[in-house]
Every structure is written in structure tokens, then in C-alpha cells.
């Protein structure tokens, strides 16, 4: 069966400091996937995607950006985080042959807290 | 392009009442159509999804979702409510890619 991890789970960093997030995926192979923010009370965000090694769609400009160096690895990253990127950050995995519109399946998720 | 209204964002059951959250959704062509449970700090868990063919779909934890076209609506019930139901759903539907809406936080009073 298929597996998604994310870590680390909770984070604290200062204003300007820099970020990774990293997802891993296990049993299945070229899924799609993807990176979420859930702000405190609010819906979900969609960060970016992609759909292959290499391949990244971004949603929102921000200075947030994502790699994917392997087929089951995705990572966030920023160079100098703001206030104003606190939040829930999730990852997702969906099945490459179904489209990016497809079913997902999500991490548990890591809590950011930018002081 | 795709949208999801969630109409209510607080609702509070009794334990072992009946439950119904409300779901619109606005696409052109027949949409796929999920429903999503979160706990709190937790990740999203897939309770059911509709792709074609029987209109009310069964899920998980003892949901179901019904499809009506000509209401643009998947509303989600389930008939008895648990207190380990108290959690956040969110109803999802997908066009050129997967749309959420704002999610309903559920309260069960025991």
C-alpha cells in the first residue's frame, strides 16, 4: 500500500531564515504531487505541483519555491521566510495515470510557526 | 473554471443524531466529487469520491454522499453521529484540477 511522509512535523523559525519541507512517497511509482497551505481558519492553498521529476506548476507567486529531485520526493523550500508563511503546510500524492485532477491523498502535514 | 460552496462553516450535533453537510459545487461537465475528513493537526483522509454511475456513494466511517445533478450538490450524511466525527470536512470537486471549499467544522455535544 501507498504511504506518504512528511517531516518535520512542527517547525519554529525567524523571520528571514530559510526552509525545506520534505514529502517522500512510498509504493507507487511517478505520482503526481502536490504542496498545500492551510492558514489558521482557512481553506486549503494550493502551493504547486508537479507531475514528474524535474517538472514543477506553480499556483501562487510567493517566495515559497519546490523541487522534485526524485519521483517520490518533493520538497519546499524559501530563502527567507515572512510572518506571513506560518501555516499548515500539506503534501499530496496522486496517481500520475489519472490526470492532476484525480484523487489525492495526503501527509500528515508539518505545523510552521515564522516568529 | 471550477468552484465548491460549503454554506456552513460551524455545525453542532448531538451524539447519536443524524448528520447532513451541505455541499454545492459549480462545473460545466460531470465532475469527480470527494469528501475530506481533517482531526485536528492531522492530515486530509478521503471519506468517499463519486466518478460515475450510482449516485450515492458509500464511504468510510460509516458515510455516505449523495450526487444530484440537478441541485449541483454532494451532500454528505451519515445517520448516527459519533463523538470522534468532531473534525473539519471538506468537499472537493475537480475540473482541471482539485478544487476544495472552505470546509464545515462539525461539533458533537455528547
Known amino acids: 500500500s501507498q504511504t506518504i511522509h512528511q517531516w518535520p512535523a512542527t517547525l519554529v523559525q525567524p523571520v528571514g531564515s530559510p526552509l525545506s519541507l520534505e514529502c517522500t512517497v512510498e509504493?507507487?511509482?511517478?505520482?503526481?504531487l502536490y504542496w498545500y497551505r492551510q492558514a489558521a481558519g482557512r481553506g486549503l492553498q494550493l502551493l504547486f505541483y508537479s507531475v514528474g521529476i524535474g517538472q514543477i506548476s506553480s499556483e501562487v507567486p510567493q517566495n515559497l519555491s519546490a523541487s522534485r529531485p526524485q519521483d517520490r520526493q518533493f520538497i519546499l523550500s524559501s530563502k527567507k521566510l515572512l510572518l506571513s508563511d506560518s501555516g499548515f503546510y500539506l503534501c499530496a500524492w496522486g496517481p500520475g495515470s489519472g490526470g492532476v485532477a484525480d484523487t489525492q491523498y495526503f501527509g500528515p502535514g508539518t505545523r510552521l510557526t515564522v516568529l | 473554471a471550477q468552484s465548491v460552496t460549503q454554506p456552513d462553516i460551524h455545525i453542532t450535533v448531538s451524539e447519536g443524531a443524524s448528520l447532513e453537510l451541505r455541499c454545492n459545487y459549480s462545473y460545466g461537465a460531470t465532475p469527480y466529487l470527494f469528501w475530506y475528513v481533517q482531526s485536528p493537526g492531522q492530515g486530509l483522509q478521503l471519506l468517499l469520491k463519486?466518478?460515475?454511475?450510482?449516485?450515492l456513494v458509500q464511504g468510510i466511517k460509516g458515510f455516505e454522499a449523495e450526487f444530484k445533478r440537478s441541485q449541483s450538490s454532494f451532500n454528505l450524511r451519515k445517520p448516527s453521529v459519533h463523538w470522534s466525527d468532531a473534525a473539519e470536512y471538506f468537499c472537493?470537486?475537480?475540473?482541471?484540477?482539485?478544487?476544495f471549499g472552505g470546509g464545515t467544522r462539525l461539533m458533537v455535544k455528547p
Open positions: 509504493g507507487t511509482s511517478n505520482p503526481n
Open positions: 472537493a470537486v475537480t475540473g482541471n484540477m482539485l478544487t
Open positions: 463519486y466518478f460515475s454511475g450510482d449516485t
